[in-house]
């Protein structure tokens, strides 16, 4: 993606490669959630983008997102704040306060501590159980053999689990772990799949995807 003219000309950029995709694969361009990742960029980036109509929003510190989001919020309604970093369970109260979607529920203290959250306020943000497709020992997500598990444990804990997020290992082609988490999904009978970013959300949507997330190739590069 070329990194000129304006945000608002990206994001159309943006949504023009997935509209063109997503008819390539026969799928509704309207089924797949564009999730514009704001992390480190402050408030005068973001706006312009609420402008022009964007709503779905994701950060990846709950400290960060607290200090620029309810500014932001106040002038908008139907902002869908998304968290899509790892989650610290002693964030928990925080994260289900604020975020609408958390797509970072990777094993069971955090699956307890988000229990525990969602009971407390009364709201339950939409989750995803994010997977280490890659079995990379530095990455967060669960262990694929650990999903069934998850899961019912994320049920059991009032949990709203919508899908299964990925983040592939950088460096290498993606297509494959996009189609495995494919496969997960399906087979444990979910139907989110969030998966895809900069540099690889066409090949995302081709696979699937119903969010993806998008920071560089709207925002520029962090
Ligand atoms: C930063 C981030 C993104 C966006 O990455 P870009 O390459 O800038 O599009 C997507 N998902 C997660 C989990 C991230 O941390």
Redesign the pocket.
């Known amino acids: 993606m070329i990194d000129t003219g304006s945000a608002a000309d990206r994001l159309a950029a943006v949504r023009d490669a997935v509209g063109r995709v997503a008819r390539t694969a026969g799928r509704d361009p309207g089924s797949i959630e564009l999730i514009a990742?704001s992390?480190t960029w402050d408030a005068d980036a973001i706006r312009p983008l609420i402008a022009v109509g964007q709503r779905s929003f994701?950060e990846?510190r709950v400290q960060e997102a607290e200090a620029k989001w309810p500014g932001l919020m106040a002038g908008t309604p139907g902002i869908r704040l998304h968290l899509?970093?790892q989650l610290q369970s002693n964030k928990a109260v925080e994260a289900v306060a604020l975020f609408d979607v958390i797509?970072?529920v990777d094993r069971l203290s955090l699956v307890t501590a988000l229990g525990k959250a969602v009971a407390a306020a009364g709201k339950r943000p939409d989750c995803y159980l994010q997977v280490n497709v890659g079995a990379e020992p530095q990455k967060g997500g669960c262990a694929i053999a650990d999903i069934p598990l998850l899961l019912d444990a994320a049920r059991k804990a009032g949990l709203p689990v919508i899908g299964l997020m990925c983040?592939p290992p950088a460096d290498i082609e993606a297509a494959p772990f996009f189609a495995l988490l494919a496969k997960l999904a399906t087979d444990n009978g979910l139907a989110g799949l969030s998966m895809g970013?900069?540099?690889d959300?066409e090949t995302a949507v081709l696979l699937g995807a119903t969010a993806i997330?998008?920071?560089?190739?709207l925002?520029g590069a962090?």
């Open positions: 990742v992390k994701g990846n899509v970093g797509h970072s983040v970013m900069s540099g959300f997330r998008v920071g560089s190739a925002f962090r």
